[in-house]
């Protein structure tokens, strides 16, 4: 049925819809338009004039041994916190999935890194995981010799971040699950019981594909937040040690536009990872949507 | 059956629940211990309880000759209640002219708005510098907290959209046939019915728009006022000796995030898990 609006058209969206809009527009949507444009020059707002020079940014990108390792860097990074917050998330909410004020405290414990800064959870492990920090000084005493470089060793660093992202997206997966928990339905899980099924069967027959719509969201949260880390990068490695062992592709846009001032080739870069973003997160939502089943 | 094998084994599940737990909480009991300790026994003994402990770094960090804790807090205070007052007011508005607007390009409207939700700061933030520098508003307050508007009313629309649709529009109708204003059916009738949705806007933008750090370490710019998050970032170089005020710092950054946190709980996992579930 088509209604009549309530309002006047026009009145409606100048009064209510333009004030958000307008500044949208100028604030992002401009900005990407920018983006794109400056993508296709060599503009560097401290050697004007820019010279248009078509896609020759792309062109360069796919042959600069930097950006291939951002690109890689970034990854492996997202295959990480994609997979392991998720697991790990659905694992430590099952064993929290129960009443009682124990379970409560418990879910506070992990959720509390979710609303710490980035930066504090930053510097919290950058001391903890310091060549002569605590973590070592355990491992010392525990008769290794040697420990590890965790963010000194180029080979070790990557994955030393990856981990403390994890450690802090792993609240957040937990939440998500619990909540998804709570929706199973209870005669349903003692329908299975009754037909016989142990609690292995019941989880993956009955629970798990129940919990579809949790698993997309952690999905598509934990890959679009991996692929601007930035954070992390900036104060735990600063993109170091050796030459971009760390350095992900949003790190790598603003150390090339704003440090190095190539706006033009950072901007090439930002395009792609935006295209990368939007096509990834397109993917993963459909093939994840597919999976949900209605109850 | 079940009965036995739950009494049997029935201390497995709160053992291995306090174990994990105990685990992940160590990084959070290193700064928490640290805090209350003096310097040179945070490097001695990082794990030890602080006994008696001690007020020395937060009193040091409270009272810094730059006064950098003050004005850093003086300033996300500002940041983040300028931006989620006037994210609430936009986006509620736009929710609704999304909700109830039955023309066909505001279904192009939305998809514009919700491409928002997954654009990294990284591809916009070097231009949005420009659009700033132009308007005279680069190193500024005022600029971040626009910035931060247009960056998060997709999120603040997302949200509302969904609840403003459950809001019947005779309730509407009903208020302008009693002689009310547009705006005084909306802010009077419709707006006081979105409370779940106001809170979740409030407290998510409030808590991502409290620790970002990206956006006021660009935007404000190395020399102009600092935010809590970039203020904590620049005493990292020069604390490096001093963990305890390092600790103190981010501890007191940290205090009002956690109150609002636990103040709101509920309200908390219920926007986090009613987006979720909604998707």
Not at chain 2, 53 to 81: C, E, K, Q, Y
Not at chain 2, 129 to 146: F, K, N, S, W
Not at chain 2, 235 to 251: H, K, N, P, R, T
Request: charged share 15%; hydrophobic share 50%.
């Amino acid at each position: 049925m088509r209604r009549k609006p309530i309002l006047p058209r026009v009145w409606h969206f100048a009064s209510f819809g333009a004030p958000g809009v307008v500044i949208y527009l100028c604030f992002v949507m401009a900005p990407i338009l920018i983006s794109f444009g400056y993508s296709l020059t060599n503009h560097n707002p401290f050697n004007p004039p820019s010279e248009f020079v078509g896609l020759e940014n792309y062109k360069l990108l796919f042959q600069d041994e930097q950006f291939l390792t951002a690109l890689r860097v970034t990854t492996i990074l997202t295959v990480i916190v994609v997979v392991v917050p998720n697991l790990l998330g659905l694992g430590v909410a099952v064993l929290l999935d129960r009443k009682g004020w124990l379970y409560h405290a418990l879910r506070s414990v992990f959720f509390t890194p979710v609303i710490l800064s980035s930066v504090v959870v930053s510097i919290i492990w950058t001391k903890l995981l310091d060549d002569r920090g605590p973590v070592n000084d355990l491992l010392r005493a525990v008769g290794v010799e040697q420990p590890p470089g965790w963010l000194s060793d180029p080979d070790l660093a990557l994955f030393s971040v990856a981990s403390i992202v994890c450690w802090q997206m792993l609240g957040f997966c937990v939440v998500v699950y619990l909540a998804g928990l709570q929706g199973v339905p209870a005669e349903l899980l003692e329908a299975a019981e009754i037909d016989g099924a142990g609690p292995v069967r019941r989880f993956r027959a009955v629970t798990w594909p129940l919990l579809a719509p949790s698993l997309t969201i952690n999905t598509v949260v934990l890959l679009i937040s991996a692929f601007k880390t930035y954070d992390y990068v900036k104060v735990v490695t600063n993109g170091g040690p050796g030459s971009g062992t760390t350095a992900t592709i949003a790190f790598d846009v603003l150390a090339t536009g704003l440090d190095a001032n190539h706006v033009g080739y950072a901007s090439a870069m930002a395009v792609v990872m935006l295209v990368i973003v939007a096509t990834l997160t397109t993917i993963v939502l459909r093939f994840l949507r597919r999976r949900e089943v209605d109850l | 059956m079940t009965t036995v094998d739950g009494s049997r084994r029935s201390w497995l599940r709160p053992a291995v629940a306090i174990l994990v737990s105990a685990i992940f909480f160590v990084p959070l009991y290193y700064v928490l211990v640290n805090v209350f300790k003096p310097g040179d026994l945070i490097a001695r003994e990082p794990a030890s309880v602080p006994l008696p402990p001690t007020l020395t770094n937060i009193h040091a960090v409270l009272t810094r000759p730059d006064g950098l804790f003050w004005v850093s807090l003086a300033n996300s205070m500002l940041v983040t209640l300028l931006s989620i007052m006037v994210l609430t007011v936009l986006s509620a508005m736009l929710g609704h002219y999304l909700a109830r607007s039955t023309r066909r390009w505001t279904k192009v409207l939305a998809v514009i708005l919700l491409a928002g939700l997954m654009i990294p700061p990284q591809v916009i933030l070097i231009p949005v510098t420009e659009v700033l520098r132009l308007t005279g508003m680069m190193a500024t307050l005022q600029g971040l907290v626009l910035f931060n508007v247009g960056y998060y009313v997709p999120f603040g629309v997302f949200v509302f959209t969904g609840f403003i649709r459950g809001v019947p529009v005779e309730l509407e109708e009903a208020a302008l046939l009693d002689g009310a204003s547009r705006g005084q059916a909306f802010w009077r009738i419709v707006f006081p019915l979105l409370r779940p949705a106001t809170a979740s806007v409030l407290i998510f933008l409030g808590v991502w728009i409290w620790n970002d750090f990206i956006d006021p370490l660009i935007i404000l710019g190395p020399s102009q006022g600092t935010t809590i998050t970039t203020g904590i970032y620049r005493s990292i170089g020069q604390y490096q000796a001093d963990l305890g005020s390092v600790f103190a710092l981010m501890f007191l950054a940290t205090l009002p995030v956690l109150i609002f946190y636990l103040a709101l709980q509920k309200q908390f996992v219920k926007g986090l898990t009613g987006g979720a579930t909604k998707g």
